[in-house]
Nanobody, 122 residues
């Protein structure tokens, strides 16, 4: 089994930055990729980006490309989501997820964290 714990959310002004953390434990050897997703009230779950566990290959949608960066600390088994130039539209609950596929689809991920709230004020 894999356990994921997100942290680092909070309130920030537009244009500011936040770094979210996703700490993985358990059978991390079974993880091929970690994805980040966000969901605002009344909206669908949205893909934010993903990283492969072993090679740190990343992929991002156009909505965050150039502003968000995903990285991994191999010694700590922690994946980070660095968010810069934040906009009010980025306000959402952010989740990390792990699974056997490097995918943009939430259904392809097996394990999920509890989520952390990010609120961007205008």
């Amino acid at each position: 089994q894999v356990q994921l714990v997100e942290s680092g959310g909070g309130l920030v002004q537009a244009g500011g930055s936040l770094r979210l953390s996703c700490a993985a434990s358990g059978r991390t050897f079974s993880i091929f990729a970690v994805g980040w997703f966000r969901q605002a009230p009344g909206q669908d779950r949205e893909f934010v980006g993903a990283i492969t566990w072993n090679t740190s290959t990343t992929t991002y949608p156009d909505s965050v490309k150039g502003r968000f960066t995903i990285s991994k600390d191999n010694t700590e088994n922690t994946v980070y989501l660095q968010m810069n130039s934040l906009k009010p539209e980025d306000t959402a609950a952010y989740y990390c997820a792990a699974g056997p596929n490097f995918s943009w689809a939430s259904l392809r991920y097996r394990y999920w964290g509890q989520g952390t709230q990010v609120t961007v004020s205008s």
